[in-house]
């Protein structure tokens, strides 16, 4: 049972971190495919930063995650 309820406790202190990673990444992408069609070089550095950003936001709901699991781990004993 502890671990189903440190489960979902990273999970939800996670999710609105892994939702701004994701809105990061399309905005990213979009922009960067608009700016490729358009002709500009910029459009490979904007990709490149949306992913970097990604990744980012990613480790930070890791960190969020690993901590409430580990809180809702420990109040269960």
Request: hydrophobic share 60%.
């Amino acid at each position: 049972m502890a671990s189903d309820e440190a489960w979902a406790a990273g999970h939800q202190a996670a999710a609105g971190v892994v939702l701004a990673g994701a809105w990061t990444s399309a905005a990213a992408g979009l922009l960067g495919g608009a700016l490729a069609v358009a002709g500009s070089r910029v459009a490979i550095g904007v990709v490149i930063a949306g992913y970097l950003a990604m990744l980012a936001l990613l480790l930070v709901a890791t960190a969020r995650a690993n901590r409430a699991a580990r809180r809702a781990h420990d109040a269960y004993r």
